[in-house]
Structures are given as C-alpha cells and as structure tokens.
C-alpha cells in the first residue's frame, strides 16, 4: 500500500516552497523577512530532497527482484 500521509505532506512543502519562491519574488518583502523565508525554503527543499531519496530507495527495493525473477522464470522454460 502507498502512504497517503507521506504523499499529502510532501505536496504541503512543494505547495509552501512556491509560496515562499513568489512572496520573495514580489520584493515586497523586508530583509528579516526574506532571510526568514530564505531559511524556511532550504529546511524544506532539503526535507523534499529527502523524501524523494527514500522514495527512490523504496523503487529500487521494490524494482531489484524483478529482473532477478525474470530470469529465472526464463530458466524453467
């Protein structure tokens, strides 16, 4: 089974880290206030990062067997 929870929060961050991108695009922004922003992006694109690497890690698992499996199924006939 897929994890929803995980699926859910990881577009919460990418749809945090667009808002921060605009917010800081639109140069209305103060200088505490950009960096503040600017430190809040990088915790999340690093959190985002993450997760994909678990989630590529997760395909590699669930991929490696396949090809093994396939050979030896090859081998029977």
């Known amino acids: 089974m897929t994890e929803?929870?995980?699926t859910i929060d990881f577009e919460k961050k990418?749809?945090?880290l667009e808002?921060?991108?605009?917010?800081m695009e639109?140069?209305?922004?103060?200088?505490e206030d950009s960096l503040k922003f600017f430190e809040d992006g990088i915790?999340?694109?690093?959190?985002?990062?993450?997760?994909?690497?678990?989630?590529e890690?997760?395909?590699e698992t669930l991929t490696s067997g396949i090809s093994t499996h396939e050979?030896?199924?090859?081998d029977k006939t």
């Open 26 to 31: 639109s140069g209305s922004l103060s200088l």
């Open 4 to 6: 929803p929870n995980k």
């Open 43 to 55: 915790k999340i694109t690093r959190e985002c990062q993450q997760a994909l690497k678990d989630a």
């Open 14 to 16: 990418l749809n945090a």
């Open 19 to 23: 808002k921060i991108v605009d917010d």
């Open 71 to 74: 050979k030896s199924d090859a």
């Open 57 to 59: 890690l997760k395909v």
